[in-house]
């Protein structure tokens, strides 16, 4: 079992820079991969960035070069470094850790983050 817990959302300006952060607890975390999604309203969920347990990051297209996840298993902690923020990043931000093609699945309850002049 792992509970995620998400911080760091907030409002800022168009241009601005956020820094979200996923702590996890109740699991060995270096097992996990660990991702980044977001929804706005009336839209799908979509996968933002993921650093796995083992192999390379990746991103989404529409936040590559602006957005860096980075994980410190000996914290527990991924963050989600956000710079050159648009309105169209407004959304809900989700902590999601799993393992693949298990049943260890876990979703924090999300950090709103509003990009808006």
């Known amino acids: 079992q792992v509970q995620l817990v998400e911080s760091g959302g907030g409002l800022v300006q168009p241009g601005g820079s956020l820094r979200l952060s996923c702590a996890a607890s109740g699991s060995i975390f270096s097992l996990y991969d660990v991702a980044w999604y977001r929804q706005a309203p009336g839209k799908q969920r979509e996968l933002v960035a993921r650093?796995?347990?083992?192999?390379?990051?990746t991103y989404s297209n529409s936040v590559k070069d602006r957005f860096t996840i980075s994980r410190m298993n000996a914290k527990n902690t991924v963050n989600l470094q956000m710079n050159s923020l648009q309105p169209e990043d407004t959304a809900v931000y989700y902590c999601?850790?799993?393992?693949?093609?298990?049943?260890?699945?876990?979703w924090g309850q999300g950090t709103q983050v509003t990009v808006s002049s």
């Open positions: 999601n850790a799993n393992i693949r093609e298990t049943k260890y699945d876990y």
């Open positions: 650093v796995p347990a083992i192999g390379p990051t």
